[in-house]
């Protein structure tokens, strides 16, 4: 009997809007396996922020021993996520370190300096992870720490929260993995596939969502091989491949491919009733969960022609790039550049002497040749970012308006929906930095919105300062007369 | 006899004169442009006179007479004068106008010596402190006007431009030579 899979016709019907197909090159990484006897470095350097939302709050001072996996920071506020040790060892100091962006301003950091020993902290471990309440499990997720580990490192614990407000129908693990490099979910789920498909079956109970989709690019069959063997004891969970084209793990596309619902404009998968994390943030949950063990390392993709011995280590956070660059073998004569992340979002780092965070999924030392920088040339209005934004947008009109300072017409063009995939830079015959445009355009936009507030902050005090001083004239007044009353009295 | 002549009268004239002027008050009164109201609106309201005019509400009846340029308020920037010029359908040239570094006040507390006239002009209250003691200020409520540091006798207040850190910095905008005429 044939069975009418909807979900199935359905992914069929759904075609993906532009996109591009950016050379891979993972083929220097993808197949050797994980280092995990990554040495010890001699200092860690642990910043408060490496998370959407407010920075944690140190609970430890200069001086005090921990012990790994120990908390150092405490989330603070709505949106946060504590930090914890990497390593045992002692607190040399909280102070400003640079921070891995591009910018490289510094950031307050909690600077650990190893004892050798890496001893492990007490950890409440769940040997059934399946009876606990999903209350319970989301304070798990949030004592460890857990950020989105695909790059954009929103508090994993509030996205599990989010099954009791809305209603999830479908949770899509993200194993995508379409930015060129990167192999780190690659190795992670041909090497840990068990690991992962537990950690999916926990959020599945957090959520107390019927199933769960994990999207795997065609172009990795093995860790579609590794993850459909097993998740096949588990009904509720289906591996799916999806086609290799950039940005595929873009969450939008996926719900769309995956499920012919279309998210709107300005809002979230949740919206359709569809959640997603990455594959790597499954893993940490069930290590959270199941251990008790903190997101205190990661699995990073050290890459780039400038690197001798490319491979995906794993390593403690709070490790410096340049160390974590050492041990591949770069080559910093050879580097045009650093990237943090994959060529297409990740960011340019001016230098390495920057620690790991919880969203490096790469580091990248790229040659001349790789980046090929070229002078921008004018616009030749080819329209190939058009047939390749993702989004549908028109970057070369948005472009030549906010080039003309013109932010509210670029606004209409529909700036605030474009995802800084940059696929339109990587199209564009005349090299013109479009993404870049689109980046400056959006934190402007950001500024005049704190601008604006700050006026109306201004206003109302200034106002409260007028009835203030008011109320003292009237006070001041009532006094005098009650004084002459008095007088007139005697 | 006379005291009750006199306070009688007195009461009837302030009466009949008093609903007078009421009448007069709802009479004859002059209609405002409304376009100044809302212009107010648009302005910080902290009567700093930046401006040369000596208040929000005067520097809004300028611009509204046309005798003053959308651009003529400082701590409104750029995010301003394009407010005013789209309401006021002018146009401007924002080239022109530089976006002050923003600055936040400073106390230095060597110097100061608590004597309060620093928190009296504040427009935003955003000075706090007692006599005799050392002032501070509130960042988040000062909006630079540099009311404070007219008035303090041991200059030991001064703006000082605001820290670039994570959380204000921003992309700066692609150089116009290497995108191309």
């Known amino acids: ?490 | 006899m006379y005291i009750l002549f006199a306070v009688l009268s007195l009461t009837a004239l302030g009466l009949a004169l008093g609903f007078m002027l009421g009448a007069a008050a709802r009479y004859f009164k002059v209609e405002d442009n409304p376009l100044v109201d809302e212009i107010e609106k648009m302005m910080p309201g902290s009567q700093c006179g930046q401006c040369g005019y000596p208040g929000c509400r005067p520097a809004a009846e300028a611009l509204v007479a046309g005798k003053a340029s959308a651009t003529l308020c400082p701590p409104g920037g750029k995010a301003l004068a394009e407010q005013l010029a789209s309401k006021l359908s002018l146009d401007i040239d924002l080239a022109g106008v530089e976006d002050q570094v923003p600055m936040v006040a400073r106390v230095s507390e060597a110097t100061c010596i608590g004597c309060t006239r620093c928190f009296k002009v504040c427009p935003t209250d955003a000075i706090v402190g007692a006599p005799k003691q050392i002032h501070a200020v509130v960042a988040d409520a000062c909006i630079a006007c540099g009311k404070c540091v007219e008035v303090c006798p041991t200059e030991c207040l001064g703006m000082q431009p605001i820290k670039t850190t994570l959380r204000n910095w921003r992309w700066a905008k692609p150089d116009l030579a290497a995108a191309g005429a």
Not at chain 1, 123 to 138: I, V
Not at chain 1, 178 to 196: K, S, V
Not at chain 1, 216 to 229: S, T
């Open chain 1, 1 to 490: 009997m044939v069975v009418l899979d909807i979900n199935a016709l359905w992914r069929r019907r759904s075609k993906i809007r532009g996109g591009v197909h950016p050379e891979p090159r993972k083929e220097s990484t993808a197949d050797k396996p994980i280092v995990t006897d990554f040495p010890l470095p001699e200092r860690l350097y642990l910043p408060l922020q490496q998370h959407l939302g407010q920075p944690a709050e140190p609970v430890v001072r200069a001086g005090d021993k921990v012990l790994k996996g120990q908390l150092l920071a405490a989330s603070r506020g709505a949106v946060s996520a504590s930090v914890h040790a990497s390593t045992s060892g002692t607190v040399a100091g909280i102070e400003e370190y640079p921070a891995p962006h591009p910018s490289g301003l510094p950031t307050p950091t909690i600077v650990l300096e190893p004892d050798g020993e890496d001893r492990w902290i007490e950890g409440a471990g769940e040997a059934d992870p399946f009876s606990l309440t999903p209350e319970e499990l989301c304070a798990r997720v949030d004592q460890a720490g857990i950020v989105g580990l695909g790059g954009a490192a929103f508090p994993s614990a509030m996205k599990l929260n989010l099954g009791w407000r809305t209603r999830i129908n479908t949770l899509i693990i993200n194993g995508g993995e379409c930015e060129p490099y990167l192999t780190c979910d690659d190795r992670l789920m041909r090497e840990r596939a068990a690991e992962i498909v537990e950690g999916v079956r926990i959020m599945l109970h957090g959520l107390q969502c019927p199933t769960a989709l994990i999207a795997i690019e065609d172009n990795k069959p093995e860790a579609y091989a590794a993850m459909l063997d097993a998740a096949k004891k588990h009904g509720r969970i289906e591996v799916v491949q999806v086609p290799s084209l950039y940005p595929m793990g873009w969450e939008k596309n996926l719900v769309t491919h995956l499920t012919g619902k279309e998210v709107p404009a300005g809002g979230r998968p949740t919206d359709v009733g569809v959640l997603l994390h990455n594959v790597a943030t499954a893993y940490a949950v069930q290590r959270a969960v199941r251990y008790g063990r903190p997101l205190i390392s990661r699995v990073v993709t050290v890459s780039g022609e400038a690197v001798e011995a490319p491979r995906n280590v794993e390593a403690p956070l709070g490790t410096l790039l340049s160390e974590l660059l050492a041990f591949c073998g770069h080559k910093p004569e050879r580097t045009a550049r650093y990237v943090m992340g994959g060529p297409m979002m990740g960011d340019h780092l001016p230098h390495v002497q920057v620690p790991l965070v919880k969203r490096t999924s790469g580091i990248l030392a790229l040659t001349p040749e790789e980046i090929q920088a070229a002078d921008a040339r004018p616009c030749i209005r080819c329209g190939r970012c058009v047939s390749a934004c993702p989004v549908g947008l028109l970057p070369l009109e948005m472009m030549t308006r906010i080039r003309a300072g013109q932010l509210d017409a670029a606004v209409s063009f529909g700036l605030r929906d474009c995802i800084s995939c940059s696929s339109c830079s990587y199209v564009c015959p005349s090299r013109i930095p479009l993404v870049h445009y689109f980046k400056y355009a959006s934190g402007e936009l950001m500024a005049r919105q704190q601008a604006q507030q700050k006026t109306e902050q201004t206003n109302r005090l200034a106002e409260e300062k007028r009835r203030r001083l008011e109320r003292a004239k009237q006070a001041a007044a009532a006094r005098k007369a009650q004084a002459s009353a008095k007088e007139d009295a005697s």
